[in-house]
């Protein structure tokens, strides 16, 4: 983890050559566009960009050039093509407002788009209303930091905010996403770190990711998206503090976990969501730390999973903790607080002394007949659960926390 | 005399059980009435209906004039004292007079009983700690307080002490020459003989007969009341 | 009307039977908040109290009430007053009382310990609640004569709304579980007011689980404000109508 930082970090202390000349494009100047400015300068030089608006019909940055906005700068594509494309690696693009590429289905363009390159820094730009907003493909190195990403919001016609193709140890860091499809989109992108990132009211997914392994995700908000945050065939990774929040609505998950193997959930907060994890086909992942506060359900495991731990997990004010579709095995719960538990502690170690079920009858009722689900908390309901928890005949029997703790972890 | 309530037709059925049948009968100003009979013969359903808590199935009550029918005004001309006063457990004396007080929107202007009784004293006391006898005695105060034109006692003097009837009676002569209607119901004949100025007997819900006291004994030739009733009832031809 | 409510209500604010619920109140709703620091687990536990001890006290006391104040209804009706004024009066009267009772039991304790939308809701709630059922005690009271089967039918409402009712539903719905039931089970729901309480503590307890429901007809009945305003009002009409008839019965009654 710390090793990835230091690498990505010193790969971009670059040492600038002397002879670097600074190029300064402003309205009404004779350098009065960036692709001028790009035509003239030399590897090395920077160009600064004075306040205004600028067209920008696909400029081209082929040459190492350190690239900053003053002011706040406009490039505007005016709907008929990709604001930047950068092809060139040593690339720093800083302080830019960046907006209106074509939307279309025959090619993804995007805001920024980056190339088969490496050792590039976006930091400081707002992009506004992009078909995709930054697009890296194939590249290696970049930093992608502290940008504000918003799209257009069209559900019809809509692409991913920040999206990552077939990339390597990227770093994205603070960047706001909201309105695009999926607000960070990865696909073939390894050992990524991904922190402090806020994604919200996205179309689809604030994260959606596939193939992309040994990736850390630590300290993200993905709040109230569309469809939650989906990660599928991926080996590897580590959720670290991250917070996921108000992903509401039927098949909309806090994460859900498909075929995900190896994989660290630590010290997630899970708040609000219709469901806070579900996990399907998914082995040896370790959760722990976790808070789960007030979800529909704090997770559903299904019965395809296998060998995963939960553990030292707080479990608060959900109205279901655990379903599932079958029956699970090998799956572990150790250590974990649990606000329905009704069990005592009479040796006074801090551990209930009979285990907690997590999974409800009722729970198990509203899995086949989800009609029921107008019955919850009703006297009926709560009588049948405390009948079945007292004599479990149809919950399943080994799903059980041996050692729930009668006070929640502090953290 | 003036006639103040007029009974027309009267007819009440609880369930089978056939109460008041066609029951015609009026009241004057200035006298007491005893309405006399045997158990469930329709005395205190004839009272009620008078009262308004008896829904008549059919016939009409007229109050100086006026239907009673789904009407209220006319009770604040009525003093009522029930068999058994039944008033709420922590409510205070002085409370249920207050409470009447507003409900009527008149004040206390006949506190004769009230004094009778020392009533006054007791005004912190809750129902609740009441004795029958006192309850009575806060019926019987509250039914004359308001110096209504009608006075409507039913069993007056069941439960109260000899001393605290006499006063009863005497208010209720006091009040019978002030020109007030006085409807008495009673077991006791003694007392009827005392106060009354007519009889109404009713029998299996009509009226057997309704007499001056007078006429009564002089029909029979009798002087007491209970001797005369005996009389006349065991005669088939009334 | 309210001169008889402001004395019903001096008479019941001294009875004991009203203290000792004010107190179980208070006693439970303290326990709950001093014995756990999770605000939103003590409601939780507070609703499934007083989803079952509300209805009961309101209905059996009201009733009781009803009864044991018979002969004063009776001088009440030989005083210058209207019947409608008269039960009104005493409606006023015996829920002001008991809404006290619960507002001084439940809802300070609740403002102090856990004031939230939730916290509010399970106030307004509970009121309603109360209301609806002194209502249904009204409505018992007039129709039976004898205070024996007045309370026993209260008693009898009370078990058929807390359980009975629910149970018959989750019968229904597993019988029928291949059937769409939704507008059957909001109209279900609008049948008994102890549901339409649980609804409304439902959408704010739970609306992250409701919004997991796939039907159309859900989504919209608990996402938008729709599931709160149709509970809002089936509660008022549940606290109406039965008055309403109690009225109706009580103008006509031979007293």
């Known amino acids: 983890m710390r090793s990835l930082i230091v690498k990505i970090g010193l790969l971009f202390i670059m040492p600038l050559p002397a002879w670097a000349n600074t190029i300064i494009v402003a309205p009404g100047t004779n350098v009065a566009t960036i692709k001028l400015a790009v035509t003239i300068a030399r590897n090395g030089d920077t160009i600064r960009v004075k306040k205004g608006t600028y067209i920008s019909l696909n400029t081209l940055i ?112 603070g960047n706001y996403v909201t309105r695009h499809r999926d607000g960070i989109y990865f696909e073939f992108a390894k050992k990524c770190l991904i922190e402090n990132n806020f994604s919200e009211k996205n179309i689809r997914y604030g994260l959606h990711f596939m193939f992309s392994d040994d990736d850390t995700y630590r300290h993200n908000t993905f709040k109230n998206n569309g469809s939650g945050v989906s990660v599928m065939y991926t080996r590897r990774i580590a959720m670290l503090d991250n917070t996921f929040i108000e992903n509401w609505g039927s098949s909309i998950y806090g994460v859900l976990l498909k075929e995900i193997t190896d994989a660290r959930i630590e010290g997630n907060h899970f708040i609000r969501n219709t469901t806070g ?77 009979i285990p907690y079920r997590p999974i409800s009858l009722y729970a198990q009722i509203i899995e086949q007949n989800p009609q029921s689900v107008m019955l919850m908390r009703s006297f009926i309901v709560n009588l049948i659960d405390k009948v079945e928890r007292a004599i479990p005949s149809i919950t399943p029997e080994s799903v059980k926390d041996n050692k729930p703790k009668m006070k929640p972890w502090k953290r | 005399m003036e006639k103040i309530i007029a009974v027309d037709g009267l007819k009440k059925s609880f369930g089978r059980l056939e109460v008041l049948k066609n029951v015609s009968c009026d009241f004057a100003r200035g006298g007491v009435v005893s309405i006399l009979g045997p158990n469930a013969s329709g005395k205190t359903t004839l009272i009620k209906s008078i009262l308004g808590m008896v829904i008549p199935d059919s016939g009409n009550i007229l ?79 509250l039914a004359f307080m308001f110096d209504p034109d009608v006075l409507i006692l039913d069993e007056p003097s069941a439960g109260l002490d000899p001393l605290a009837a006499e006063a009863l009676k005497e208010k209720i002569l006091e009040e019978k020459s002030k020109g007030k209607l006085v409807l008495v119901t009673s077991h006791i004949l003694s007392e009827a003989d005392e106060i009354s100025d007519q009889i109404l007997y009713l029998f299996e819900g009509q ?3 309704y007499k001056t006291l007078a006429d009564l004994k002089q029909e029979t030739g009798e002087q007491k009341l209970s001797r005369a009733l005996t009389k006349i009832l065991s005669t088939p031809s009334c | 009307m309210l001169k008889i409510a402001k004395y019903i209500i001096l008479d019941i604010v001294r009875s004991k039977v009203l203290l000792a619920y004010t107190l179980l109140l208070l006693a439970i709703s303290l326990t709950i908040f001093m014995s756990d620091a999770d605000v939103t687990k003590g409601l939780v536990s507070i609703t499934t109290v007083i989803l079952i001890i509300v209805p009961l006290v309101s209905i059996v006391y009201a009733t009781t009430y009803y009864f044991n104040a018979a002969e004063f209804t009776e001088m009440l009706v030989s005083q210058p007053i209207s019947r409608r004024a008269i039960l009104l009066g005493k409606f006023i009267g015996i829920s002001s009382s008991i809404l006290l009772a619960f507002i001084i039991g439940v809802c300070i304790p609740v403002a102090l310990f856990a004031f939230s939308l939730t916290g509010i809701t399970l106030m307004v709630s509970g009121c309603l609640l109360t209301l609806s059922f002194i209502s249904l005690a009204f409505l018992t009271s007039t129709i039976t004569r004898d205070k024996a089967k007045g309370i026993g039918l209260a008693l009898m409402l009370w078990f058929y709304f807390s359980i009975i009712f629910d149970g018959l539903v989750l019968l229904f719905l597993t019988l029928f579980a291949d059937y769409p039931l939704e ?69 006509k009654k031979d007293l």
């Open chain 1, 277 to 353: 994890i579900y996990m399907e086909n998914s082995d040896r992942i370790t959760v722990t730390h976790n808070d789960f506060i007030s979800n529909g359900w704090a997770m559903r495991v299904l019965a395809s999973c296998n060998k995963d731990h939960f553990t030292q997990n707080n479990y608060k004010g959900n109205s279901f903790d655990v379903t599932t579709n079958g029956t699970l095995k090998e799956i572990y719960f150790n250590d974990n607080y649990w606000d329905k538990y009704e069990g005592y502690d009479l040796n006074r170690d801090g551990t209930g002394d």
């Open chain 2, 63 to 141: 109050f100086k004039g006026n239907s009673i029918l789904n009407t209220f005004d006319y009770k604040k001309h009525i003093g009522y004292m029930p068999q058994i006063g039944h008033y709420p457990d922590n409510m205070k004396i002085g409370q249920l007079f207050k409470m009447v007080m507003d409900i009527r929107e008149q004040d206390a202007v006949d506190t004769d009983l009230l004094k009778a009784y020392q009533l006054e004293s007791m005004y912190q006391k809750t129902m609740r700690t009441l004795s029958g006898g006192t309850l009575q005695k806060v019926s019987a105060a």
């Open chain 3, 183 to 251: 507008k059957v089970m909001i109209v279900l729901t609008a049948l008994n007011p102890i549901d339409l309480a649980r609804i409304l503590i439902l959408l704010q307890l739970d609306i992250s689980a409701l919004m997991g429901y796939t039907g159309a007809l859900y989504q919209q009945f608990f996402g938008s404000g729709i599931g709160i305003v149709f509970s809002l009002l089936m509660q008022l009409v549940w606290t109406l109508v039965p008055l309403l008839f109690a009225l109706k019965i009580f103008k």
């Open chain 2, 207 to 209: 009226i057997k007969f």
């Open chain 1, 62 to 173: 082929d040459k190492e050039l350190t690239i900053l906005g003053e002011g706040r700068p406009v490039l505007d594509a005016r709907f008929q093509e990709e604001v930047l494309t950068i092809t060139s690696g040593h690339v720093k693009l800083d302080g830019f407002v960046i907006k209106n590429s074509k939307t279309g289905s025959m090619r993804d363009f995007a805001g920024i788009r980056l190339s088969n390159v490496e050792f590039v820094t976006i930091s400081n730009n707002t992009l506004i209303n992009n078909f995709f907003g930054i697009y890296l493909s194939n590249c290696k190195h970049i930093r992608v930091v502290n940008n504000h990403v918003t799209g257009s919001n069209n559900i019809e016609n809509s692409g991913n905010g920040i999206h990552l193709w077939k990339c390597k140890e990227i770093l994205l860091n």
